[in-house]
Every structure is written in structure tokens, then in C-alpha cells.
């Protein structure tokens, strides 16, 4: 790497160092406590996942050049700098080891926000040149293409078409003035297709209606997993431009954890302006429809099953009772895991882990977690609404050779409507 962009990673480091890390920095008592939340220590047993240990870089930068103690050591050789061999060595843990799912800021003693940290900390590693090649080029590709998996319209349009014949009913696409513009993300499109026919055929019961933007479709952020404002910006303001184009009044966010956190809480800081739409993730639209008796079912699900709280859509998003409402609609025998709600362990894949092709067996090895819920559990099948969680939790069933089926909750939901006369 040349000096020119080690200075340029500093430089971002730097900037990272807000109030709010600095004050995290200040006042982190290093109890240790965030290892036993995080499932990267709990696997494996390794002290170097212990998540605040994951920021060592960054907190040099914090000591060094923003405290009095560390300006000293510094100018005392006590301290050692920032380098290239650093970075090298520490971006497999801020990468492979970390999904960005906040459990550990959930148990912080002094309220700590480590994921915070950790996505700020990216941004300086991106600088300096320092991330997986699978989240590198899924980012171009959603820059370039507007697909982290490079689906282009013409895909999504034959799903479309699809759907069209098996339901007999019309897709919207670039409708103008509805009240709902729908974002998908790529692993539906190509993976859960069964998500969209179930669009279609609630939205229909609802009488509720949406479109679809041909120019933004995509709701992946991967510039928010890899840690890049910049292509974070990109990306949300095409979708932004889309819906103000088409003059919706909300945006729902799909199945996806991270689109959520992208769209909606991140977004309008990335943009610098206020939307001049509402976005509402899909269970909290659902739940909304169920509330006013636009949502109708009928017959239950007597499986034994219960649901994973996909961390960025319940731990950091709030949606805790949506789920919970709707699988009351359908689903006579529903268990809690345990830690679940805000507490829920992670699938081991979010915060760009699972487009990182080098943490495929860290991953695969840490789902040993949820793989100790299902057990506790014995039930037939897992409720999710995450694609990502989902494709996820299927990878690590069958790792462990567990034979349980893995659905979304707006699919399930699609399954029991009333039907029409």
C-alpha cells in the first residue's frame, strides 16, 4: 500500500473520531462484557473477537491524537502508531468477525454502542484500501449496475411475469401517486420470488395501492455493510429520487435488516435533507393492515414453529411486536426462543458477512448459536423476515444437517388469506 493511502485511511479515522466514540473510548471499563454478547467470542472461545477488541485501530487514533495521555506517549515512543501491518492484521476481525448487529451495545455498562464504533471504524478501513473482495465488488456492482448481486430490471421484470400468470393479478410498475413505492432486495428477486407474489396478493385483499420503480427497486445498502457514506449515499438517493419522482407517500422496506437501517434511520443524515415520503417496513405495514381489518386470514398453522428476530430490523429497528401480531393471525403453536425480541442471537451473516466469501467457515462455525436455540426448541419450522437471515439459516441447517424449513413471515401470511368468493 502507498503512503499516499495509508494517510488518506488516517485521515477518515480521523474524521470518525466524533463526540460520541470519543466519549464511548473515555468511558469504556473494559469489563468484557460485550465478548459474552457477541457470537464470535461465545463459538469460539477466542478473546480477539471480543468486540471492543475488534477496534484497536481506531481507539489508537483516539488516544494518540485527541488525548492529552496519548499526545504524550506518543512523543515518548510509548505508544505504537497506526501502520499498514495494523490495518492488515486487524481487518479480518472488523469484517469476518462482526455483523454489525448490536448485541453487545445491548449489555454495555456504561451504554457503549460498539456496533456504532465498528461501522464507523470501516469507513477509515476503506480508505486506507482495507476490506473483503466480496463486499468490494458487490459494492460496484450496486453502484454500477444497481444490484449488489447484479440483477438488472430484465430480471426482475420476468419475475413479474411470473407472478402475473401464476396470480392472475397485475404488478404495478412506475405508477405514479399511489401511496406505497415497494423496494425488494436482490437475494428475493433471485432466491425468494415467493415474497413478491405475496405483495401482490395481500396488497390486492388490502385494497392497497403500490408500485414498483423500474430506475430503484433495489433495497440492499452495501455501502452501509462495507462502510463507505459515500456509496451509502448513492444508493439511498436513488431510491429517494424514485419515490419523490412518483410522488408516493411511503417507501416499504422489504425483508432485508440492513435496507431497513439504510432507508430508514440512516438515510436522511447520508442525503443531508429531510424525505418528502414515510418509510415503514413490511411487517409494520402488515400489522397496520391487520389493526384495520384489511388483513384478513383464516385457518391456523398447527406446526410447532417460532421466529427469528433479524437483528437490524428488531434490535435496532423496534419492530418487536409486528412479527408477534401477525403470527398470532396464523400460527396456533408458536414458542419464543430464547434471548429473543432485542436480545435475539444473530444468523452470523449481516453486516456484509455473508457477500465476504473469506468468512464462510467462521460463519458456518458460529451459527453453532442459533443452532443451540433451534435445539433447545425441537420445532418444525423457523419463521424469519429477513432474505439474508433466511438464505443464511438455511446455509447453517444444512451444515448441521438440521432438517427444519425456514419461510417469511409475509409469504406465510399470503398463505392463509381469506379467499375470495
Same mark, same amino acid.
Not at 153 to 158: D, G, P, Q, R
Not at 390 to 405: C, D, H, K, T
Given at each position: 500500500m502507498s503512503e499516499a493511502t495509508l494517510e488518506r485511511g488516517m485521515n477518515v479515522f480521523r474524521e470518525q473520531v466524533n463526540a460520541p466514540i470519543a466519549s464511548f473510548f473515555s468511558s469504556c471499563v473494559n469489563c468484557g462484557m460485550c465478548a459474552e454478547a457477541c457470537l464470535f467470542y461465545t463459538e469460539t472461545g477466542d478473546p480477539k473477537y471480543t468486540p471492543i477488541n475488534k477496534l484497536e485501530p481506531l481507539r489508537r487514533v483516539w488516544e494518540q491524537e485527541f488525548t492529552l495521555w496519548g499526545k504524550l506517549k506518543s512523543m515518548l515512543g510509548l505508544s505504537e502508531p497506526v501502520t499498514d501491518e495494523l490495518l492488515q492484521q486487524w481487518e479480518p476481525l472488523i469484517y469476518d468477525a462482526?455483523?454489525?448487529?448490536g448485541r453487545c451495545?445491548?449489555? /454495555? $455498562?456504561?451504554?457503549?454502542?460498539?456496533?456504532y464504533m465498528i461501522r464507523h471504524a470501516r469507513e477509515g478501513f476503506v480508505a486506507a484500501g482495507y476490506s473483503p473482495e466480496g463486499m468490494k465488488g458487490a459494492s460496484r456492482r450496486a453502484v454500477t449496475i444497481g444490484s449488489p448481486m447484479g440483477v438488472k430490471? *430484465?430480471?426482475?421484470?420476468?419475475? =413479474?411475469? *411470473?407472478v402475473e400468470a401464476d396470480t392472475g393479478l397485475?404488478? $404495478?410498475?412506475?405508477?405514479?401517486?399511489?401511496?406505497?413505492?415497494?423496494?425488494?432486495?436482490?437475494?428475493?428477486?433471485m432466491n425468494f420470488p415467493e415474497y413478491l407474489e405475496a405483495l401482490s396478493r395481500i396488497f390486492k385483499q388490502a385494497g392497497v395501492t403500490w408500485t414498483i420503480s423500474s430506475e430503484a427497486f433495489e433495497a440492499t445498502n452495501s455501502g452501509i455493510q462495507i462502510g463507505s457514506s459515500d456509496i451509502a449515499r448513492v444508493l439511498v438517493d436513488r431510491v429517494v429520487v424514485a419515490a419523490e419522482k412518483l410522488k408516493v407517500k411511503y417507501v416499504i422496506s422489504p425483508e432485508c435488516g440492513h435496507a431497513y437501517t439504510a432507508i430508514r434511520w440512516e438515510g436522511p443524515n447520508l442525503i443531508g435533507r429531510a424525505y418528502k415520503?414515510?418509510?415503514? *417496513? =413490511?411487517? %409494520?405495514?402488515?400489522?397496520?393492515?391487520?389493526?384495520?381489518? @384489511?388483513?384478513?386470514?383464516?385457518?391456523?398453522? %398447527?406446526?410447532?414453529?417460532?421466529? *427469528?428476530? $433479524? /437483528?437490524?430490523?428488531? @434490535?435496532?429497528?423496534g419492530v418487536l411486536e409486528p412479527p408477534r401480531n401477525l403470527l398470532k393471525m396464523v400460527a396456533s403453536e408458536f414458542v419464543e426462543m430464547q434471548d429473543a425480541r432485542e436480545m435475539n442471537w444473530c444468523c452470523g451473516g449481516g453486516g456484509g458477512v455473508s457477500a465476504n466469501e473469506r468468512a464462510e467457515e467462521l460463519r458456518l462455525k458460529v451459527f453453532k448459536r442459533k443452532k443451540t436455540q433451534l435445539d433447545e426448541l425441537n420445532v418444525e419450522t423457523l419463521v424469519t423476515a429477513c432474505a439474508n437471515c433466511?438464505?443464511? =439459516? %438455511?446455509?447453517?441447517?444444512?451444515?448441521?444437517?438440521? %432438517?427444519? $424449513?425456514v419461510v417469511g413471515l409475509t409469504e406465510m401470511l399470503a398463505e392463509h388469506l381469506v379467499k375470495e368468493e
Open positions: 462482526c455483523t454489525l448487529c451495545s445491548m449489555v /454495555c $455498562p456504561v451504554g457503549n454502542d460498539v456496533s430490471f *430484465h430480471a426482475l421484470a420476468a419475475q =413479474i411475469k *411470473h397485475k404488478i $404495478p410498475v412506475d405508477v405514479e401517486g399511489v401511496d406505497y413505492m415497494a423496494l425488494l432486495s436482490s437475494m428475493e428477486i415520503f414515510k418509510v415503514v *417496513h =413490511i411487517l %409494520e405495514l402488515l400489522d397496520q393492515l391487520r389493526e384495520s381489518g @384489511r388483513l384478513k386470514t383464516e385457518g391456523m398453522d %398447527e406446526t410447532r414453529l417460532t421466529f *427469528h428476530d $433479524p /437483528c437490524q430490523i428488531v @434490535r435496532k429497528g433466511r438464505l443464511i =439459516i %438455511e446455509e447453517g441447517l444444512e451444515e448441521y444437517r438440521m %432438517e427444519i $424449513p
